[in-house]
């Protein structure tokens, strides 16, 4: 089973393609890019209230049979947060200081 590696950041909605060196995701594949990770979030996913990660970049080159970008399709399913900005900066408040470890 490989991670979805969606599309897109659920919060501002920049691209984010496979390749995307900037794509942070949490234990759920939440994904964000790393300037809402760090900046708007705090390193906590508005969602589960975990933290982030870089997310792996899928080898775009079959180097095992069947192992590649081209094989294993990413998700091209944009997803977007359902929750308010308000709430969003709410949550993110009350768990930032609590190491990741821990949340």
Do not use: W
Not at 15 to 36: G, M, Q, V
């Amino acid at each position: 089973m490989a991670l979805q590696l969606r599309p897109n950041c659920e919060y501002c909605d920049k691209d984010l393609p496979p390749s995307a060196t900037d794509a942070r995701i949490c234990s759920y594949e939440c994904t964000f890019c790393a300037d809402c990770a760090d900046n708007k979030l705090h390193n906590v996913c508005p969602n589960c209230g975990g933290g982030f990660e870089r997310r792996p970049i899928r080898p775009a080159t079959e180097r095992r049979p069947g192992v590649c970008v081209t094989k294993q399709l990413p998700s091209d399913k944009r997803v977007h947060l359902k929750y308010s900005l308000e709430d969003i900066a709410a949550h993110c408040a009350r768990l930032r200081d609590i190491p990741p470890q821990e949340q």
